[in-house]
């Protein structure tokens, strides 16, 4: 599955911020044949700089915020580094003290990602993710990132929590918008309160590097040798922990047989069990997410939104009964 770019520019290239970028990287003031934009959204942004390497391959640059770069540069530098995996390879970082953003610079792995409906893609994300949780486990500087358990879940909890409180009294607000929200109030309250039952069954796993948001748009394909190979990116919400989110979307059975290698008592339950967890967490993070917009005001801003949360809500409810979770 490929998506193509949002925009394609051609004409004055020198003056566009991820070429003065690299050019300032590099030292180099050679101009790309051209620049697509893959991403943008505020200070956010991903190009490919088609032509713009030192042997005429295409470079991909990613603006961030510098609130958010040093986890991913930690995994980029310290981590990945050490693994015996396939990884984009990473040129470097620009973060000039003077910018509230910093700039990477990866090797372009093309434009296919992986699709879950694809047994064999599945598998094949499946074996890599186990092989960097248990190459990350001993790796002291994973543990320096920020905690991607069941902690970091529990604040999503408690921020949506905080912003469902905050809009129920807003404007613009039919009565069935406050069903739905008063609904899914009930339904991260319920779960807060026996949230040690959700910790008690993140077991089976060490802690270990944990992407965090491992899903097809943040995993690359490419042919490598004899077959397909994976190369994850964007590892912004990377952290340590018991890596239930990262078994959410991936072949549970493929990274139990790979995870048996580095931890041979592992259960085909205890991983069956955690992947359900995953899917609490990753449900609970995207209903705070939608819970950010509901800060608008107006009708308009604030009805895709609710249409979120409503499906959010039957999922993270469907997730639950999964885990046996009573709550």
Same mark, same amino acid.
């Given at each position: 599955?490929? *998506?193509?770019?949002?925009?394609?520019?051609?004409?004055?290239?020198?003056?566009?911020?991820?070429?003065?970028?690299?050019?300032?990287? +590099?030292?180099?003031?050679?101009?790309?044949?051209?620049?697509?934009?893959?991403?943008?959204?505020?200070?956010?942004?991903?190009?490919?700089?088609?032509?713009?390497?030192?042997?005429?391959?295409?470079?991909? !640059?990613?603006?961030?915020?510098?609130?958010?770069?040093?986890?991913?540069?930690?995994?980029?530098?310290?981590?990945?580094?050490?693994?015996?995996?396939?990884?984009?390879?990473?040129?470097?970082?620009?973060?000039?003290?003077?910018?509230?953003?910093?700039?990477?610079?990866?090797?372009?792995?093309?434009?296919?990602?992986?699709?879950?409906?694809?047994?064999?893609?599945?598998?094949?994300?499946? *074996?890599?993710?186990?092989?960097?949780?248990?190459?990350?486990?001993?790796?002291?500087?994973?543990?320096?990132?920020?905690?991607?358990?069941?902690?970091?879940?529990?604040?999503?909890?408690?921020?949506?929590?905080?912003?469902?409180?905050?809009?129920?009294?807003?404007?613009?607000?039919?009565?069935?918008?406050?069903?739905?929200?008063?609904?899914?109030?009930?339904?991260?309250?319920?779960?807060?309160?026996?949230?040690?039952?959700?910790?008690?069954?993140?077991?089976?796993?060490?802690?270990?590097?944990?992407?965090?948001?491992?899903?097809?748009?943040?995993?690359?394909?490419?042919?490598?040798? !004899?077959?397909?190979?994976?190369?994850?990116?964007?590892?912004?919400?990377?952290?340590?922990?018991?890596?239930?989110?990262?078994?959410? +979307?991936?072949?549970?059975?493929?990274?139990?047989?790979?995870? *048996?290698?580095? *931890?041979?008592?592992?259960?085909?339950?205890?991983?069956?069990?955690?992947?359900?967890?995953?899917?609490?967490?990753?449900?609970?993070?995207?209903?705070?997410?939608?819970?950010?917009?509901?800060?608008?005001?107006? +009708?308009?801003?604030?009805?895709?939104?609710?249409?979120?949360?409503?499906?959010?809500?039957?999922?993270?409810?469907?997730?639950?009964?999964?885990?046996?979770?009573?709550?």
């Amino acid at each position: 599955m490929s *998506r193509p770019p949002i925009a394609v520019l051609r004409e004055d290239l020198e003056t566009h911020p991820a070429l003065r970028a690299w050019q300032d990287f +590099r030292s180099r003031e050679d101009v790309p044949e051209r620049i697509e934009v893959l991403r943008q959204h505020g200070v956010v942004g991903v190009y490919r700089l088609v032509g713009a390497g030192v042997g005429g391959e295409s470079v991909i !640059a990613k603006r961030t915020p510098s609130a958010k770069a040093s986890v991913e540069r930690t995994v980029y530098e310290a981590l990945l580094p050490q693994m015996q995996v396939t990884t984009p390879k990473f040129y470097g970082a620009l973060a000039p003290e003077s910018e509230t953003h910093a700039w990477f610079f990866l090797e372009d792995v093309g434009a296919e990602r992986y699709s879950d409906a694809d047994p064999e893609h599945l598998a094949l994300t499946a *074996r890599w993710i186990a092989r960097v949780h248990g190459a990350a486990v001993d790796l002291p500087a994973a543990r320096t990132l920020p905690d991607g358990g069941p902690g970091r879940y529990h604040e999503h909890l408690m921020s949506a929590r905080d912003k469902i409180g905050k809009r129920l009294l807003g404007p613009e607000l039919t009565p069935d918008d406050v069903t739905l929200l008063r609904a899914v109030l009930d339904r991260v309250q319920r779960l807060a309160s026996d949230w040690s039952s959700i910790e008690r069954r993140c077991v089976g796993l060490p802690a270990t590097l944990v992407h965090g948001d491992f899903r097809p748009k943040n995993v690359y394909l490419r042919p490598n040798g !004899a077959g397909l190979a994976c190369y994850p990116i964007d590892w912004e919400t990377a952290g340590w922990g018991v890596p239930a989110a990262d078994l959410t +979307r991936i072949d549970v059975a493929a990274y139990w047989s790979a995870a *048996r290698e580095w *931890r041979a008592d592992l259960s085909l339950d205890a991983v069956q069990r955690l992947a359900k967890i995953g899917q609490v967490f990753r449900t609970i993070a995207a209903i705070d997410w939608e819970c950010a917009s509901l800060r608008f005001e107006t +009708r308009r801003m604030i009805s895709q939104p609710l249409a979120s949360l409503a499906v959010l809500l039957a999922r993270l409810t469907d997730a639950v009964r999964m885990t046996g979770v009573p709550a």
